[in-house]
Each structure stands twice: as C-alpha cells, then as structure tokens.
C-alpha cells in the first residue's frame, strides 16, 4: 500500500505506526534553521566585529560549529528535534521509532554534503521521492527516518462522548491545545443511544465511533449529508440524530 | 467491552503515563508523576491497551491517541544513551587507529591519488615555472609569494592574526574534510576529486614557492602541521572511498546495508580525522608562524610525522581490549 505511514513492531508485540514527514515540510523546517542561523551570525559578526582580527577567527570557528553540528546538537540532546523541526512537529528517529544517537545523527549530518548536491538539495529531493520513507541520502546511510513527533491534542478524559473532539491532521501542527470542548450540535445527546438494526461488522461500528468524534469539526449540512449516505430514505436531520444514536450505543453511552 | 467503559476504565493510567512522558522528555529534576521503576510495567500495560483498542475497533482518534502515547513511551524506554568519556578514550585508545589500519587500502587508494596529483603538479611547475600560474591562478601565485617569499610579511603578524587563521583552518580545513567523506558516497567520486585537487594544489604550490627560492620560510612554516593536516585530509578522503565501494560493490549485502556498514565503520576515523585537524589548526596557527632557526623547526616537524605514524601504526594493538 503506498501511504505515508511506517509500521513498526514494539518488542512488547505491539504494532506502532509512524506518520512519515515528506519533503515540504522538511524544506520549511530546514529553512526555518537556517534563518536561525543567519541571525545568529548576523548578531555574532557584529559582536566579534569589535575585537577585530581574533574576531573574524571566533566568527569562522562559530559558523563552522554550527554549520555541521547545529542539527547534531538539537537532534541527540532535544529527542531529535531542532528548532525548525519542532516548529512543525516533526522529529529524527532511528527506523525502530527510538530517538536518535549521536553516531547516526552524524552520519545524516556529515552526508547532508552530497544530498545538497549540486544545489538546493537537489539530490535529496530525488532520493527523497523515490524512497518509500521520504529518506534522503543521509537518512539512509545512518538509518533514520524524519517523523511527525508523537503528540495529540485529545486529551485522556473519562467526559461525555464528544467532548474531546479530535482531526487527526490537527494533532500534527498544534501540539498542546486544549481540548475543544462542543456545544451540542443536535438534540441526539438526549435521545437515547439506539441499537444498530444491523449486524454491525467491526468496520461499521468504527465508522460510527469517527462520525461522532468528527461530527464537531464537520458542518450542519455535511453532517447530514454524511448520515443520508447510511439512511438514504430520511431527510438530512434525522438521519443525521439516527446516526447519532446509533454511535453513542457503539460507543456505549447512556 | 464499549469504547467508554474502556476509556473511563483505563483513563486515569493514561493519563498519568502521559505525565509520567512528558516529565522523561524534558528531563526536569521534579519527582515524576509515577515511581520510575513502575514505568516499564505501567508502559506494557498501555501497549496491551492499544492493542485491545485496535482489536475492538474502537474509534480511530483513540487509536492514533493511545498509538501516539505507546511512542512516547518507547521512545523513553528503549532509547540508547552511552556516556561521551569513556567512548572519547576508547576512540583514541583503539577504534580510530583500528579503523585506520583496518582500511589501509581505501587510505592507500586515496594517498595515492593524492600523491600522484601533488608529483604531477611539481614536476609540471618545477619544469615549466609559468604554469603555475595557469595551475593556482594569478591572484593566488601572487600572495603564495608575499606570504613566504617577503619576511616583512611574516613578521608583522601578531596574536590577532593567530586567532584569525586559527579559526580559519578550523572552518576551512575541517569542513574540507567532511565534504570528502560525504563526497565519497557519489560512488568515490568526490572523495577522489578533493584528493586530486588538493593533492594538485599543495605540489604546484611547493615547487612554485621553490622556483621563486622561497624554500625554507615555506617549509619551516608547513613541516609541522603538515603532518596531522594532510594525513586527515587523506584519511577522510579513504573513509569516503570507503562509502563509495560500499554502494559500487556491496558484496553479499544489500546495498543499502553494505552502505550502512560502512559509515558505521568509516565513524571513527571521521572522528580522529576531527581531532587531528583540531591539533593541526592549533599548530598551524601558534607553532608554525613562529620565526626560529630552521633545524628547530625540522626537528619539531620530523617529530610529529614520527610520533603520527607511531600513533597510527602502533595504539591499540593488544586484542585484549576490545
């Protein structure tokens, strides 16, 4: 299957799932950086500009350091994460999900040389696209994978069904926002949760708990919309509250 | 079991996993939320947890929730952090001198293709001294000549020179050298080319500076520091080479594996390569423009090719160690 996702197994047996980050976002978060740099020595070359000569030398040893060492920095001591990258969520791991070592961030480092090659990462963007992990050269010599770090903005909660409203594509870019808790949309909250009237496979009840968790992210009329697709004989609203029902009784509401 | 029956059972664990995470992950000094020694057990009882979610089919977003939180705890539990000292001693001790003789032929490959430029480009120039203009260029023939052929321009040099050049040789040399190991990977081809180019650039340079008679303020001035700076430069040049083979010819590997391999072998010697250029600007830098008699400067110079070679050849030969 071609998605943007990588499948690990945990060595408790578990099956994780890692959301791959493709190269956009990665080209914004390395610009990001680099404008950090800049105005690093932007700030430096006016500092060591006073001293003169030994200036210019702690200038040249400050660009060099962070030139080659300023992702290494970030991605072994802030669980892979350098500034630009945590402005977008996103994360260097080794390909079994764990954070990455100092060895393997130095590999993808040093190696950025030839994925820049010839220009504006040209290389990279090509290893990039035909790589099914977007990996570019770096990443697959030090075998690294770039990830959108692990964060939701579900809260755990024992609330009212709905209450924790979720978009999957929020989670990626906002990490810590409050729960957005829903004013009731529909009266179904009152109704009573009702059984489905068909065997419903594991498929059909999953389907039912996403409709209830989106419902709040989703307009009145695509809402109804949605629910006519599963009650074509009802108009928009009470097909809309069946639905409703129908998904609080999966989800086992009272 | 319902999906809220599940959640309201097992919520207050998740949460204080949750707590217990993101205490791990800012490495705060507070008490975490749960006794460390409970994590691992707390955690697997999370994976059970998801995976019973997924088994149940319920909702996606508790899924990718409870997925979510199972990665923030593996990452906590199975990371792998050694400590810097003792692998720095280990480094020095055994892993860079090994590594170094263990891949003799890729440093042998690229001190040859080094050397043969730099004999290429002397006896071109020592021959037919005009062309090393076309060689190093006009501007660069010129200040080669200022800088070793007039004493004055020597002698004004003071401490803030030192560090200028200093930082100067670490941001150009240094990244030189990274850029030959990283050039490596295009099958060998970039690691060969900053071997041939330097290689070219140092003999033109040398026989034009002996051409103009500028022998010995050149000499004393390069003796020393040499040796460390050149041989990093074609030390990476070989640990490039290195990486270059592995993706042309990976043997009974995949590729990907064999180039894998490689940069994992190839580490240590970037690594002494990165020290040893470190010594050699701080050499260059204070030692090599320092104006004393010449023998001074040659004996100085014979004993740090002597005491480099002994340090490759010899450190960490007793197997026992390893």
């Known amino acids: 299957m071609i998605d943007d996702q990588h499948h690990i197994t945990t060595p408790e047996g578990v099956p994780l799932v890692l959301d791959l980050a493709g190269p956009l976002p990665r080209a914004l978060a390395y610009f990001t950086d680099l404008l950090i740099r800049a105005v690093i020595y932007l700030a430096a070359a006016f500092v060591f500009g006073m001293i003169g000569g030994a200036g210019t030398g702690l200038l040249l040893i400050l660009v060099f350091v962070l030139e080659w060492f300023y992702p290494v920095w970030f991605e072994v001591m802030r669980n892979g994460q350098t500034p630009g990258k945590k402005a977008f969520g996103m994360a260097v791991v080794h390909e079994d999900g764990t954070p990455v070592d100092i060895q393997a961030s130095l590999v993808r480092n040093l190696l950025r040389t030839v994925d820049l090659f010839p220009l504006l990462y040209l290389t990279g963007f090509i290893t990039m696209l035909l790589d099914s992990r977007f990996r570019r050269l770096g990443d697959l010599a030090a075998g690294t994978l770039v990830v959108y770090a692990a964060s939701s903005n579900r809260a755990f909660s024992n609330t009212l069904p709905g209450a924790a409203a979720d978009v999957r594509t929020d989670t990626r870019h906002s990490s810590h926002t409050a729960p957005h808790s829903i004013a009731p949309h529909s009266d179904a909250h009152t109704r009573p949760p009702l059984a489905p009237d068909w065997p419903a496979t594991l498929a059909d009840r999953q389907l039912l708990l996403t409709f209830l968790e989106r419902s709040a992210g989703l307009s009145p009329g695509r809402r109804g919309e949605l629910a006519q697709r599963a009650f074509p004989e009802l108009p928009p609203a009470q097909a809309e509250e069946q639905l409703q029902r129908m998904a609080l009784h999966v989800q086992g509401g009272r | ?322």
Not at chain 2, 5 to 11: D, G, I, L, N, Y
Not at chain 2, 76 to 87: D, N
Not at chain 2, 143 to 171: K, P, T
Not at chain 2, 252 to 266: E, K, Q, S
Request: glycine share 8%; hydrophobic share 50%; proline share 5%.
């Open chain 2, 1 to 322: 079991m319902r999906q809220q029956q599940f959640e309201q059972r097992h919520a207050a664990l998740w949460q204080q996993l949750e707590a217990t995470v993101t205490h791990l992950e800012q490495g705060a000094p507070a008490p975490a939320p749960m006794p460390i020694a409970a994590f691992p057990e707390a955690y697997r009882r999370l994976c059970h947890h998801l995976a019973l979610a997924r088994q149940r089919g319920y909702s996606l977003a508790l899924v990718a929730q409870l997925n979510s939180l199972v990665l923030r705890g593996h990452r906590q539990l199975y990371q792998h952090r050694p400590a810097l000292l003792p692998r720095l001693r280990r480094l020095l001790t055994a892993d860079f001198p090994r590594a170094v003789r263990a891949q003799w032929r890729w440093h042998l490959a690229s001190t040859a293709a080094f050397g043969l430029a730099m004999l290429f480009t002397w006896v071109l120039v020592a021959m037919q001294p005009d062309m090393a203009y076309s060689v190093l260029g006009e501007s660069m023939t010129l200040s080669l000549e200022s800088m070793y052929g007039d004493a004055s321009f020597r002698s004004g040099r003071d401490s803030q020179d030192d560090v200028m050049m200093f930082g100067y040789y670490i941001y150009n040399n240094i990244s030189i050298a990274f850029r030959s190991f990283a050039g490596g990977l295009a099958f060998g081809i970039g690691a060969l080319v900053v071997m041939i180019f330097n290689g070219g650039f140092f003999g033109a340079a040398a026989a034009h500076i002996n051409n103009v008679g500028a022998t010995e303020p050149f000499f004393t001035f390069v003796v020393a520091h040499g040796a460390p700076e050149l041989t990093a430069i074609v030390l990476a040049g070989g640990a490039g080479l290195q990486l270059g083979m592995a993706v042309l010819a990976p043997g009974p590997y995949r590729r990907l594996d064999a180039l894998r391999h490689a940069a994992v072998r190839a580490l240590p010697v970037v690594y002494g390569v990165f020290l040893m250029l470190l010594l050699a600007a701080f050499i260059e830098a204070f030692w090599s423009p320092r104006d004393l008699p010449a023998a001074v400067k040659y004996s100085v110079g014979a004993a740090c090719w002597a005491l480099l070679a002994a340090y490759l050849l010899l450190t960490g030969r007793d197997g026992a160690r390893r």
